[in-house]
């Protein structure tokens, strides 16, 4: 079984700054680790993925994340946010080639102008 | 593509009330899953089918019914709502292997 801790469940950030958000996970088996993203009142959309090699992931809008094994963690980062990227974040863990996926609780981030 | 469908997009029942929340694909994918949405919980897993004919449970399947007599369909059944079921209901397919989730639009239901 895995489990997700997201710890921050609101994060505000002015605009053109730096974010992370946060994510662990716990599992007994090797895991696929994935990064949501819901627009408002949209469905969730793939940001980026982690399933093997590099530990570094990047998406096309300028997110990225890092895969540590000995820290169980899968932290998102953006050097410099837009009003665009105002949307909840959900860090998620699967078991290689396991489709049931464990979601965390999400992370609202809020944009500052 | 039309990916993942879901209908209808809002539904507000009364307690007690039966009805069938709609998911289809049309990617050919064998695994499919129903998952709801409350604040502050993130996601959680009611049923899923690794193809036709299999179903599972997930984590909250109390009160939810599924079947899947075809590798397109994967039609959510709720017996007799209750309040407990308001929520945004999200319906996923993937590909073998698990390395992405597709997604559909959700149904947002109300239970009075």
């Known amino acids: 079984a895995q489990s997700v801790t997201q710890l921050d469940s609101q994060v505000p950030v002015f605009e053109e700054a730096p974010v992370e958000l946060r994510c662990n996970y716990s599992s007994s088996v090797s895991v696929y680790l994935f990064w949501y993203v819901q627009y408002p009142n949209q469905g969730l959309q793939l940001l980026l993925k982690?399933?093997?090699?590099?530990?570094l992931v990047e998406s096309i809008n300028g997110f990225e994340a890092e895969f540590n094994k000995s820290q169980t963690s899968f932290h998102l980062r953006k050097p410099s946010v837009h009003i665009s990227d105002t949307a909840e974040y959900f860090c998620?863990?699967?078991?290689?080639?396991?489709?049931?996926?464990?979601f965390g609780t999400g992370t609202r981030l809020t944009i500052i102008p | 593509n039309a990916g993942v469908t879901q209908t209808p997009k809002f539904q507000v029942l009364k307690t007690g009330q039966s009805m069938t929340l709609q998911c289809a694909q049309d990617m050919n994918h064998e695994y499919m899953s129903w998952y709801r949405q409350d604040p502050g919980m993130g996601l959680r897993l009611i049923h899923y089918s690794v193809g036709a004919g299999i179903t599972d449970q997930g984590e909250v399947p109390n009160g939810y019914n599924v079947s899947r007599s075809t590798t397109e369909d994967f039609p959510l059944r709720l017996l007799s709502a209750a309040p407990s079921q308001t929520s945004v209901y999200f319906c996923?397919?993937?590909?073998?292997?698990?390395?992405?989730?597709?997604f559909g639009p959700g149904t947002r239901l109300t239970v009075l």
């Open positions: 996923a397919s993937s590909p073998p292997g698990g390395d992405t989730q597709y």
């Open positions: 982690y399933l093997s090699g590099s530990t």
């Open positions: 998620a863990v699967s078991g290689w080639g396991n489709e049931k996926l464990t």
